[in-house]
């Protein structure tokens, strides 16, 4: 049976922090954090998480170590955390193949399908400019699982999202970026990283499922 591709990644960049261990499946497979950094043309980075399994390690292809120049095929991954009480999303790329890099440029390519899970929140800045978030569940075909992805629309995009619903289904493209912010807590300052999809394109289908949206039975603070 084939599948619809719904999750999508590309990335051409170089390593910035060497793998890390993070966790290890009930078969006994062991998976890696490190840190891939990938320039836009406006000359800022993204430092993208990319999680990846021991089993591409172990190749002995790549070393994976800092200043190594690598293409990252993918996809956009999330997991829910306790924080402090509350449910929060962490996002990486989990990585499916991997290879030299092929370009002097680097890429930042993403393709997403899935549905609306939260009502979109639409607001304008001080200038005037049009910015619409949108939380995105995307369906793993092979598991009875979705990924929760964080869109953010500008512009012409932001506007035509403006009225999208709960259920509605839609597939985007982008890059995935990163953003730095300062948290306070009990008065203390914490520097955090938020991770979200930037909308270059997007596009929205007429069929809408709302059964789709379960959001694992937990509301997911952002």
């Given at each position: 049976?084939?599948?619809?591709?719904?999750?999508?990644v590309?990335?051409?960049?170089?390593?910035?922090?060497?793998?890390?261990?993070?966790?290890?499946?009930?078969?006994?497979?062991?998976?890696?954090?490190?840190?891939?950094?990938?320039?836009?043309?406006?000359?800022?980075?993204?430092?993208?998480?990319?999680?990846?399994?021991?089993?591409?390690i172990?190749?002995?292809?790549?070393?994976?170590?800092?200043?190594?120049?690598?293409?990252?095929?993918?996809?956009?991954r999330?997991?829910?955390?306790?924080?402090?009480?509350?449910?929060?999303?962490?996002?990486?790329?989990?990585?499916?193949?991997?290879?030299?890099?092929?370009?002097?440029?680097?890429?930042?390519?993403?393709?997403?399908?899935?549905?609306?899970?939260?009502?979109?929140?639409?607001?304008?800045?001080?200038?005037?400019?049009?910015?619409?978030?949108?939380?995105?569940?995307?369906?793993?075909?092979?598991?009875?699982?979705?990924?929760?992805?964080?869109?953010?629309?500008?512009?012409?995009?932001?506007?035509?999202?403006?009225?999208?619903?709960?259920?509605?289904?839609?597939?985007?493209?982008?890059?995935?970026?990163?953003?730095?912010?300062?948290?306070?807590?009990?008065?203390?300052?914490?520097?955090?990283?938020?991770?979200?999809?930037?909308?270059?394109?997007?596009?929205?289908?007429?069929?809408?499922?709302?059964?789709?949206?379960?959001?694992?039975?937990?509301?997911?603070?952002?």
């Amino acid at each position: 049976m084939e599948y619809e591709k719904t999750n999508s990644v590309f990335l051409s960049g170089t390593v910035s922090k060497a793998p890390e261990f993070s966790h290890e499946l009930y078969g006994g497979e062991k998976f890696y954090d490190f840190v891939l950094d990938v320039q836009r043309l406006s000359g800022t980075v993204d430092s993208i998480p990319i999680t990846i399994s021991e089993r591409l390690i172990s190749l002995g292809k790549f070393t994976f170590q800092v200043g190594e120049k690598l293409d990252i095929y993918g996809e956009f991954r999330s997991h829910n955390y306790e924080e402090n009480g509350k449910s929060k999303l962490l996002l990486s790329v989990l990585c499916k193949d991997v290879a030299q890099k092929s370009s002097v440029s680097d890429s930042n390519i993403i393709e997403l399908t899935g549905f609306v899970c939260k009502p979109p929140i639409f607001r304008e800045t001080p200038f005037k400019r049009q910015i619409n978030d949108i939380l995105l569940a995307v369906n793993r075909p092979f598991f009875k699982k979705s990924d929760y992805i964080p869109l953010i629309a500008w512009g012409r995009n932001a506007l035509f999202a403006k009225n999208f619903r709960v259920g509605d289904k839609i597939s985007v493209q982008g890059r995935i970026q990163s953003r730095k912010f300062t948290k306070v807590i009990d008065d203390v300052s914490y520097q955090k990283t938020a991770y979200e999809v930037s909308v270059q394109d997007i596009t929205k289908y007429e069929e809408k499922i709302e059964a789709h949206i379960s959001l694992e039975e937990k509301e997911i603070g952002l």
